[in-house]
């Protein structure tokens, strides 16, 4: 004889929609109060940041004086860039920058407003200066870049001097080894061992 005993329906081993969406109901204002919590701190955030504005100025490097000799080098190897990067961030040239800035910034500060970059495959500096003031920056980076100019200058105006100073040395030493041999050659016996090496040596 059949059995029609009904069969009790096996328990759900999944939870339905329904229990999601009053689960998410539950939960959706605590969620929703951290997104504008952070949303809120992110936004505070980017209106504290202080702005900062940047300006540059290149500069045309210019390699040092040649002999005949080098007429056929190429600039680039007369000249080495990274040292004249590191010139425009030094001290020497950030205490004329200030000076033309009329800045009370001490050195250290003021580099820290400073950025100098090579462009590549040139003998050109790209000299940055960054402040909050959008004013500054312009005059900034072309202080510092006539800072650089001026700095260089000098140095080449004393290698000069140096130069013409030992060169009207050896002329001192050579018109005082020609008189000398002029004084022997009028004290010695003409043609004498003497007096020939003397004229050999004046000569």
Not at 32 to 51: C, I, N, R
Not at 57 to 85: G, K
Not at 155 to 171: H, M, N, V, Y
């Given at each position: ?13 999944s939870v339905d929609l329904g ?51 080098q007429a056929s080098a190429r ?20 205490r004329l920058a200030r000076q ?104």
């Amino acid at each position: 004889m059949p059995n029609n005993i009904p069969h009790a329906p096996a328990p759900e081993e999944s939870v339905d929609l329904g229990t999601y969406v009053r689960v998410l109901r539950r939960r959706i204002r605590p969620i929703a109060g951290v997104a504008l919590l952070v949303f809120g701190l992110a936004l505070g955030y980017s209106y504290l940041q202080t702005p900062l504005y940047t300006a540059s100025t290149q500069v045309l490097v210019q390699p040092p004086a040649i002999s005949p000799f080098q007429a056929s080098a190429r600039p680039e190897t007369l000249v080495s860039m990274e040292t004249e990067r590191r010139i425009v961030a030094s001290a020497q040239v950030a205490r004329l920058a200030r000076q033309r800035m009329d800045s009370s910034e001490s050195l250290s500060d003021l580099l820290g407003h400073v950025s100098v970059e090579v462009v590549p495959d040139s003998l050109i500096l790209d000299i940055g200066f960054t402040d909050p003031s959008a004013g500054r920056v312009a005059p900034g980076a072309d202080a510092f870049a006539a800072a650089y100019l001026e700095y260089k200058g000098d140095l080449a105006g004393r290698s000069l001097d140096e130069t013409r100073e030992g060169i009207l040395q050896q002329i001192e030493d050579l018109r005082e080894r020609v008189d000398e041999q002029i004084r022997i050659m009028a004290t010695s016996e003409v043609r004498s061992a003497r007096w020939l090496t003397a004229r050999t040596v004046r000569n």
